[in-house]
């Protein structure tokens, strides 16, 4: 029976869909949010340049004008998106703050999108001392 578990889970994890870490996949992340590909513009983000371990690292994003919507995405992460967050017509200053998982050292990139559909990016260059998934 055990030899049947083991071939059933070994079939379904390959059913799974690939981890996508690249440039291209974290491009195509970033088109399928924005519906475009967007311009540099006013969006910062807080974060450590250099991270001693990537398994909670604190980030912030910041846009000096109103959106809809920021987001977070890394290209060399299994998932390009990291996350996204929605934003009502009333807040004049969109912020946000979490924590993610770095597996390596990576530009890590942010979006905003507009009401009228504009979008833009801000991105940083981050080195991780200790990868996240080196740790147990």
């Known amino acids: 029976m055990r030899r049947r578990v083991f071939i059933g889970a070994a079939g379904a994890l390959a059913l799974l869909?690939?981890?996508?870490?690249?440039?291209?996949?974290?491009?195509?992340?970033?088109?399928?949010?924005?519906?475009?590909?967007?311009?540099?513009?006013?969006?910062?983000?807080?974060?450590?340049?250099l991270?001693?371990?990537g398994n909670a690292v604190p980030v912030r994003l910041v846009a000096s004008e109103p959106v809809v919507g920021l987001a977070l995405f890394t290209p060399l992460n299994p998932?390009?998106?990291?996350?996204?967050?929605?934003?009502?017509?009333?807040?004049?200053?969109?912020e946000f703050s979490t924590r993610m998982r770095l597996a390596r050292s990576q530009r890590i990139v942010a979006v905003a999108k507009a009401a009228d559909g504009r979008c833009w990016q801000s991105s940083l260059e981050v080195i991780v001392t200790l990868a996240a998934c080196v740790e147990p």
């Open 17 to 49: 869909p690939a981890a996508r870490a690249s440039e291209d996949a974290m491009r195509a992340a970033i088109r399928a949010w924005a519906g475009r590909d967007p311009t540099a513009g006013p969006l910062k983000i807080e974060m450590a340049e």
């Open 79 to 94: 998932e390009p998106e990291v996350v996204h967050v929605s934003f009502g017509p009333a807040v004049a200053r969109p």
């Open 51 to 53: 991270v001693e371990n």
